[in-house]
């Protein structure tokens, strides 16, 4: 586990002033995996593709590529189709992997904050962690409707935002 927490210190980064803590990265993988880097999870209704014939391994097929880019992977449940803008190549059975999981999932998560942040204007209020929170689970800046999901994620942090 200490490893868990280097690799999610190391992807924060010591320049990194924002939202994200180690705490926040523990308390979502406690919500989104328990903790079980094998989890994976199919999300049919999922509608954002990332360019399938650009980035699919030459030995997978296309169909194959959108199904992949429709599952939620590992400890940090990143979206297929989420890696693959953040450039990930190969197959994404290697987001399995909690280095490359950790990787893009604290890179989405930083992603999100950057475009919450760039619209306050428009939200008419500043960017908060509730909100960063509410973006990972549904990609919604412009609406905090996912309570239930950020309670649960402030919950582990209030419980001490540690593994275990």
Same mark, same amino acid.
């Given at each position: 586990?200490?490893?868990?927490?280097?690799?999610?210190?190391?992807?924060?980064?010591?320049?990194?002033?924002?939202?994200?803590?180690?705490?926040?990265?523990?308390?979502?993988?406690? #919500?989104?995996?328990?903790?079980?880097?094998?989890?994976?999870?199919?999300?049919?209704?999922? @509608?954002?593709?990332?360019?399938?014939?650009? #980035?699919?391994? =030459?030995?997978?097929?296309?169909? +194959?590529?959108?199904?992949?880019?429709?599952?939620? &992977?590992? $400890?940090?449940?990143?979206? !297929?189709? #989420?890696? @693959?803008?953040?450039?990930?190549?190969? &197959? $994404?059975? @290697?987001?399995?992997?909690? =280095?490359?999981?950790?990787? /893009?999932?604290?890179? =989405?998560?930083?992603?999100?904050?950057?475009?919450?942040?760039?619209?306050?204007?428009?939200?008419? @209020?500043? /960017?908060?962690?509730?909100?960063?929170?509410?973006? /990972?689970?549904? !990609?919604? &800046?412009?609406?905090?409707?996912? +309570?239930?999901?950020?309670?649960?994620?402030?919950?582990?942090?209030?419980?001490?935002?540690?593994?275990?």
């Amino acid at each position: 586990m200490k490893d868990i927490e280097l690799m999610i210190a190391d992807y924060i980064g010591d320049d990194y002033k924002g939202l994200i803590t180690p705490e926040l990265v523990i308390a979502i993988i406690k #919500v989104e995996s328990g903790f079980d880097a094998s989890v994976v999870r199919y999300e049919p209704d999922y @509608r954002y593709i990332y360019k399938p014939f650009e #980035v699919k391994p =030459h030995d997978c097929s296309y169909t +194959t590529e959108i199904t992949l880019q429709k599952m939620s &992977w590992g $400890l940090m449940q990143i979206m !297929g189709a #989420v890696a @693959r803008e953040y450039g990930f190549r190969g &197959w $994404l059975t @290697r987001l399995l992997s909690p =280095h490359e999981n950790l990787k /893009y999932g604290i890179m =989405h998560l930083k992603k999100l904050e950057e475009r919450g942040k760039r619209h306050e204007k428009q939200l008419r @209020r500043k /960017y908060e962690l509730n909100d960063l929170i509410s973006d /990972y689970n549904d !990609g919604n &800046w412009r609406s905090y409707s996912n +309570t239930i999901y950020v309670a649960k994620v402030r919950q582990e942090m209030e419980n001490g935002g540690k593994l275990q």
